[in-house]
């Protein structure tokens, strides 16, 4: 487990970066002279809910640090589990991390998803670099495109496995822009495509969040028996609105998250 904060999100934003070439190019475009003064909001991590691989593995490097469990979030649909955790400094980044109710899908998903966890060795879920290693296993293409027909967060795993699936700009904290919807003009003006899922700009001042992202990037992954152009990660932006104490709401908005989570639809593409 890493003993420091920073050498993990720094860690974690390098690897982003390596299938998200788009991320330094939006980094320029909204710090200006200052792009380094972007802040992060928070990163969301994926995983399965089997007990090797499970959310709470996941959550150990983050509570290591000084982290606390926030809300919880239920996705039916799209049979996810997620939790959201916090730091009691609030300039650290927050964390979403869902998992695939893998008891839910088809027992074809189950016996695929089952295989590529049981590669994983026991020891790797609690290396320092676990949250930045990328996948364990091989796939081959076929079993990629199987998977995606019936989930597409199964399908994404099974390509990219651990790793950021997004970073998020911090609207509050930026000099140049103030609201979401300038964020997106301006992404849209170089040519970023919005996920437009429930509309470019999820949430609201009444729900104390609102959120837009780009739509993954599409990156060469090499399969088991050749490589393709999939999509990868994405970038979100989120603006934060004061609760009644004046402090700045810190969770999440459920019915959002569940749009954001197509901005790795192949279909929006």
């Known amino acids: 487990m890493h003993s420091d904060r920073d050498t993990l999100f720094h860690h974690l934003w390098e690897n982003y970066k390596t299938v998200t070439p788009s991320a330094e190019r939006i980094h320029q475009l909204l710090g200006g002279t200052q792009a380094d003064e972007i802040i992060n909001d928070h990163i969301a991590l994926r995983t399965f809910n089997l007990p090797r691989v499970g959310l709470d593995k996941l959550a150990a490097h983050f509570l290591s640090l000084g982290y606390v469990q926030g809300g919880e979030y239920h996705f039916e649909a799209k049979k996810l589990y997620a939790r959201h955790y916090e730091h009691p400094d609030p300039t650290a980044p927050k964390v979403f991390i869902s998992e695939l109710l893998v008891e839910q899908c088809s027992p074809e998903l189950q016996a695929i998803v089952g295989e590529l966890v049981a590669q994983v060795p026991a020891q790797a879920v609690e290396a320092d670099d676990f949250l930045y290693s990328g996948t364990h296993w091989q796939v081959d293409y076929t079993t990629y495109q199987q998977l995606l027909k019936e989930s597409e967060y199964a399908a994404w795993m099974a ?4 790793r950021a699936n997004h970073f998020t700009v911090n609207i509050n904290e930026l000099a140049r822009f103030d609201s979401v919807a300038e964020v997106n003009a301006v992404l849209k ?19 104390m969040l609102e959120q837009s992202s780009t739509m993954a990037d599409l990156t060469e992954v090499t399969f088991r028996d050749r490589a393709a152009v999939i999509p990868s990660c994405f970038y979100e932006f989120a603006k934060r609105y004061p609760t009644a104490d004046g402090s700045l709401y810190s969770g999440f908005v459920a019915a959002s998250a569940d749009k954001i989570f197509e901005s790795t639809d192949a279909a929006g593409m």
């Open 159 to 162: 390509a990219w496995g651990y």
């Open 189 to 207: 003006a170089e040519g970023f495509p919005i996920n437009s899922s429930g509309g470019e700009i999820k949430g609201s001042p009444e729900a």
